[in-house]
């Protein structure tokens, strides 16, 4: 598991406070695409019954995937 790019996003990029979910729903609300959106809701509340970051940083790399393909 610890090999997945979004494990890999996680260790890089997501902050190491509390405020991840925050950060990852500050992300969505500026990318403004409703797919984002629900992704970054999912993600925390898959986070906040985890622990586990890389349900923020598959967000993160959704959003990157869908700005692409903007």
Same mark, same amino acid.
């Given at each position: 598991?610890? !090999?997945?790019?979004? /494990?890999?996003?996680?260790?890089?990029?997501?902050?190491?406070?509390? /405020?991840?979910?925050?950060?990852?729903?500050?992300?969505?609300?500026?990318?403004?695409?409703?797919?984002?959106?629900?992704?970054?809701?999912?993600? +925390?509340? !898959?986070?906040?019954? !985890?622990?586990?970051?890389? /349900?923020? /940083?598959?967000?993160? +790399?959704?959003?990157?995937?869908?700005?692409?393909?903007?």
């Amino acid at each position: 598991m610890g !090999s997945s790019r979004a /494990a890999r996003i996680a260790a890089l990029v997501l902050p190491k406070t509390a /405020a991840r979910g925050a950060v990852l729903f500050e992300r969505a609300a500026d990318h403004r695409d409703e797919h984002v959106i629900k992704f970054a809701d999912t993600a +925390v509340d !898959s986070f906040e019954r !985890s622990g586990n970051p890389e /349900a923020l /940083a598959a967000a993160h +790399v959704a959003a990157d995937l869908i700005d692409a393909a903007r």
